[in-house]
């Protein structure tokens, strides 16, 4: 199968390349990189620039499918009256006509990586595939056009179109919040999260691979949507102590009131992280497990060692 991977050398692009030239796949990666360092046999295509003026043509030429990965995720200290016109420009406009040139090229299957944001930030319930969307910041907005711009080439076009809604990623390289914790982990600072009782799906970039790699090997017609997630949901101590036990690491945990860690959090301008250290986010993943006959390969532990190990433990192993 020939496809094109736009995103290509970011957190999920990178792997995702190498995992598609090992299957033998003909590979078109698109990013933004000078030297992205793929095998030489996978075409590279730098789009410096993803919006609604970007000529794909070149990359999409003989292409059977598509693997959407490039977006303008979170940027903080944006003024929120600006933000949304941003996220627009490359999470919608920009998809708009990589989809519209794709269906052109006469691309069948076009698989578009968006994000549980489109649901919400959280709730007790956990949310499924049949959940009205209720994005709650430009971000979010920006992914859920995208999925109904989609859904409306499906429709006209014929369009093969996968829609993969992930909540939180983890893995080697990781960035954001995780890369913080990992950071206070390694240094042995005390975290104040010993008394929080929240529930957070996660999802390993490996498991997030294979189910890409599944949704490109099954026959699948129209428009599909999937949450995807571990199956495993931790609290966010329970989080610290898998990320320590896979450093080799202690963790050092002690009980804060929620309600200080909020104020301080807002005094901070970090509320965006206090919420997803501290409040609820699942998501049931039995649709595509039904769907697909998808379980994860890898284990919370397992993922956590693959993603967690330090330098020292690198050098020693």
């Given at each position: 199968m020939k496809i094109l991977v736009s995103g290509a050398t970011g957190f999920v692009g990178k792997p995702l390349v190498d995992a598609l030239w090992l299957q033998g796949h003909t590979v078109v990666a698109s990013g933004q990189e000078d030297l992205p360092g793929f095998p030489e046999d996978v075409y590279y295509f730098r789009a410096s620039d993803i919006d609604g003026a970007t000529n794909w043509s070149e990359a999409l030429s003989d292409m059977d499918a598509v693997v959407h990965l490039?977006?303008?995720?979170?940027?903080?200290?944006?003024?929120?009256?600006?933000?949304?016109?941003?996220?627009?420009?490359?999470?919608?406009?920009?998809?708009?006509?990589?989809?519209?040139?794709?269906?052109?090229?006469?691309?069948?299957?076009?698989?578009?990586?968006?994000?549980?944001?489109?649901?919400?930030?959280?709730?007790?319930?956990?949310?499924?595939?049949?959940?009205?969307?209720?994005?709650?910041?430009?971000?979010?907005?920006?992914?859920?056009?995208?999925?109904?711009?989609?859904?409306?080439?499906?429709?006209?076009?014929?369009?093969?179109?996968?829609?993969?809604?992930?909540?939180?990623?983890?893995?080697?390289?990781?960035?954001?919040?995780?890369?913080?914790?990992?950071?206070?982990?390694?240094?042995?600072?005390?975290?104040?999260?010993?008394?929080?009782?929240?529930?957070?799906?996660?999802?390993?970039?490996?498991?997030?691979?294979?189910?890409?790699?599944?949704?490109?090997?099954?026959?699948?017609?129209?428009?599909?949507?999937?949450?995807?997630?571990?199956?495993?949901?931790?609290?966010?101590?329970?989080?610290v102590r898998h990320m320590a036990k896979a450093m080799g690491k202690k963790a050092r945990l002690f009980p804060f009131p929620q309600s200080v860690l909020k104020l301080l959090a807002r005094l901070a301008g970090r509320e965006g992280m206090a919420d997803r250290l501290l409040g609820n986010l699942t998501i049931d993943p039995s649709h595509i497990r039904k769907c697909l006959g998808w379980t994860p390969q890898t284990s919370i532990e397992e993922g956590m060692k693959k993603s967690f190990v330090t330098e020292d433990q690198a050098a020693t192993s």
């Open positions: 490039a977006a303008r995720t979170h940027i903080t200290n944006e003024r929120p009256d600006k933000a949304l016109s941003l996220y627009r420009k490359i999470n919608v406009e920009g998809t708009r006509r990589l989809a519209e040139q794709a269906v052109e090229a006469g691309v069948k299957r076009f698989i578009f990586v968006s994000s549980i944001k489109v649901n919400g930030e959280g709730r007790d319930k956990p949310y499924t595939e049949s959940d009205p969307p209720a994005p709650e910041d430009a971000y979010g907005q920006s992914k859920y056009e995208a999925e109904q711009m989609l859904g409306k080439m499906a429709e006209t076009y014929g369009l093969e179109v996968v829609i993969l809604r992930p909540p939180l990623l983890y893995g080697p390289c990781v960035k954001g919040n995780l890369a913080s914790l990992k950071c206070a982990i390694e240094m042995g600072l005390p975290l104040p999260l010993g008394g929080i009782s929240n529930k957070r799906s996660m999802l390993y970039v490996g498991s997030l691979i294979d189910v890409i790699l599944l949704c490109l090997d099954r026959e699948l017609l129209g428009k599909n949507l999937f949450l995807v997630g571990d199956g495993q949901d931790l609290s966010t101590p329970d989080l």
